[in-house]
T-cell receptor, first 115, second 115 residues
Framework: AQSVTQPDIHITVSEGASLELRCNYS??????LFWYVQSPGQGLQLLLK??????LVQGIKGFEAEFKRSQSSFNLRKPSVHWSDAAEYFC?????????????FGTGTRLTIIP | ETGVTQSPTHLIKTRGQQVTLRCSSQ?????VSWYQQALGQGPQFIFQ???????GRGNFPPRFSGLQFPNYSSELNVNALELDDSALYLC??????????????FGPGTRLLVL
């Protein structure tokens, strides 16, 4: 069964500092990979996605993620965080090809930004 | 804005009651998925509807049921509510074709409290 692990429950970084959020997955083949962000009381907003091709993907708000097949990882990065980046971040995997299209999510990483 | 809307935003019910949550998908999207997000957790897949038929189900009992309509709207029905059903319910719409699914776009969610 597929699973997603986000080992960091809570991360605190200073405004302007760099950020890396970790995501590891377990899946039978290379899945589709996603990062979503959720602000308090809100739904999920897609930051970026990997379907195929270049393993470094660019997203919105200055985020990027790198797919590493050998490590089954899809870590999210940002070179300089802003106070508005404080939120909950979810990594998710989905199946390739037509079929049961469910997404499997990790438990999330809460990001706190300090001045 | 994802173009996906949900109603109501908040709901309070008592144990044993029934509830209907509504979702309006992006125009043209043929698939809607429903997720349950308990406090402090990642979203859990409930089920998905593709062209008005159920197309996959997560580990949820039959008292969770759904409908998808031709006008891009859908419903999640929960019978015999239990206290553990208290959660944020998210719907997500996507366009699924022969090559598989494209990105799932999430609505803002309905927060259900069962007393």
């Amino acid at each position: 069964a597929q699973s997603v692990t986000q080992p960091d429950i809570h991360i605190t970084v200073s405004e302007g500092a760099s950020l890396e959020l970790r995501c590891n997955y377990s899946y039978g083949a290379t899945p589709y990979l996603f990062w979503y962000v959720q602000s308090p009381g809100q739904g999920l907003q897609l930051l970026l996605k990997y379907f195929s091709g270049d393993t470094l993907v660019q997203g919105i708000k200055g985020f990027e993620a790198e797919f590493k097949r050998s490590q089954s990882s899809f870590n999210l990065r940002k070179p300089s965080v802003h106070w508005s980046d404080a939120a909950e971040y979810f990594c998710a995997v989905g199946p390739v090809g037509f079929g049961n299209e469910k997404l499997t999510f990790g438990t999330g990483t809460r990001l706190t930004i300090i001045p | 804005e994802t173009g996906v809307t949900q109603s109501p935003t908040h709901l309070i019910k008592t144990r044993g009651q029934q509830v209907t949550l509504r979702c309006s998908s992006q125009s043209g999207h043929n698939t809607v998925s429903w997720y349950q997000q308990a406090l402090g957790q990642g979203p859990q897949f409930i089920f998905q509807y593709y062209r008005e038929e159920e197309n996959g189900r997560g580990n949820f009992p039959p008292r969770f049921s759904g409908l998808q309509f031709p006008n891009y709207s859908s419903e999640l029905n929960v019978n015999a509510l239990e206290l553990d059903d208290s959660a944020l319910y998210l719907c997500a719409s996507s366009l699924v074709g022969r090559g598989g699914q494209e990105t799932q776009y999430f609505g803002p969610g309905t927060r259900l409290l069962v007393l």
